[in-house]
């Protein structure tokens, strides 16, 4: 089965290199991370939280908890977590705090239906605290082969506390082929773009 997953996820093949770009109505991040074993990735992330101007750079493990396979079906349970340091400037001040941060992914998949959850709480120290979650569904209108372009439609809804509009929906549509995958969508409630890329080396 060939599976969008495969190139998203945040934990690659043994010797793998991975280049994830995200950017949301929240945030603008890189994560580069490198695959140690089939389970384990470790990388290197940078944020750029936009309503507060907050720069968070930090070291993020990722860890394969869990992978089932069935007859036309795969789904994965993944841990991440992260420490470094937060900075924003306050007041022509700039503050610097230690960044800490813990989520969890979970995704289900086959050919043509796709489901997923993503889970995060982090830690600025005086800077403030942050939880989001967001859900997603998505449907492939046909179902490519190996080697061709994959096209997806998803919706995603995003929960931020620490956000005015706490609760928005991002319609995107999502496409995939050989080691490349990009997104683009809109935020219906934020009205903000969405566009995220991952490169598997």
Known sequence: MVCATAIARPVSYAGGWTLI???????SAGLLHYTLNYNLSV???YEWQRGSDTRVTAIQPTFLAKRWFGRDYQANLYFSGGIGTAERDVGGIENSETAKFVGVMADWETRSLFVSYEGRRMNLGQLGNQTMH???VGWAPYEGDTGALHTWLMLEVDHREHMDERTSVTPLLRFFKGPALLE???????SSPLFNFTYRF
Do not use: H, I, K, P
Not at 21 to 27: H, L, P
Not at 184 to 190: F, I, K, R, W
């Open 134 to 136: 967001a859900a997603r």
């Open 21 to 27: 770009e995200t950017s949301n109505r929240a945030s």
């Open 184 to 190: 683009v969508g809109y935020n219906l409630s934020d």
């Open 43 to 45: 990388g290197a992330r």
